[in-house]
């Protein structure tokens, strides 16, 4: 297997590097907001970026990710990481004590949340002494922050040691406890089976003739763009600290 680079950022190796190669036209989401190549989600994930480091994050800083399944967390995942941030992933279902201990657990100082789900992160956020901002996905400020923003980003050069992702055991002993994936020691075996078959680079949604999204291969829930609770199972999974074949840090896939 190819060595990793002392420099490795997760961004730049699966999304800026396909851009470079070529691949930029390529389909990368299909969804029922239409198709994203790697370039619109490039330029996405780069204007989340901007709109975090506008919101005061800073390399190695923790930021949350509480999403439905879509383009917007794949953008918010990716500019996360561009920005040099660490990307912790919960639940956006989760009740408001268990949101105040992620708050205070992970000391994140930004919180990207949907507007359907946002309340029990506002309530929350009383009880934080380290979170600055909610950013609501979904929100028209948001969605004009998000569009006014740059379409260009240079990625932070990431340490292959740093820390990269933040997931979560299932706390049956307790409360849940952050399993960290750096970019080297813990994911180096998933970016390699990733980058050597170039299948599972992104989630990969499908239409089903009913006009939900699913997953192609891993039978993931529905995601429908205007359900109230949006679907978020593959990311519950990776909470309980359950695993559905996917290489570690990443959602689970189709073919690209």
Avoid at 148 to 169: K, Y
Wanted: aromatic residues 8%; contains cysteine; charged residues 25%.
């Amino acid at each position: 297997m190819t060595e990793l680079p002392e420099r490795l950022n997760i961004a730049d190796w699966l999304l800026d590097a396909r851009v470079r190669e070529g691949r930029g036209d390529r389909p990368a989401l299909l969804t029922d907001q239409g198709t994203f190549t790697y370039r619109d989600v490039q330029v996405l994930a780069n204007r989340f970026g901007h709109m975090l480091e506008s919101a005061g994050v800073a390399p190695e800083q923790r930021v949350i990710i509480a999403l439905p399944d879509g383009p917007e967390f794949v953008a918010a995942l990716f500019g996360t990481l561009k920005v040099g941030a660490v990307v912790v992933m919960v639940n956006p279902q989760l009740a408001v004590d268990a949101i105040e201990y992620f708050y205070s657990y992970t000391r994140a100082t930004v919180a990207l949340v949907h507007r359907y789900t946002a309340p029990a992160f506002q309530a929350a956020q009383r009880a934080s002494g380290h979170l600055k901002q909610i950013i609501i996905v979904g929100e028209p400020v948001t969605t004009r922050a998000v569009e006014g923003a740059s379409p260009e980003l240079e990625t932070f050069p990431s340490h292959r040691d740093d820390a990269a992702i933040w997931l979560f055991s299932g706390g049956t002993t307790g409360k849940p406890k952050a399993v960290v994936q750096s970019y080297h020691a813990g994911s180096a075996e998933a970016l390699l089976w990733v980058r050597d078959r170039l299948e599972s680079v992104f989630s990969v949604l499908g239409r089903r003739s009913d006009g939900a999204v699913s997953r192609q291969e891993h039978g993931g829930n529905a995601l429908r763009e205007d359900s109230e609770v949006p679907a978020n199972r593959a990311r519950e999974r990776a909470d309980n600290g359950e695993s559905d074949g996917s290489p570690p840090g990443l959602c689970s896939a189709g073919p690209i």
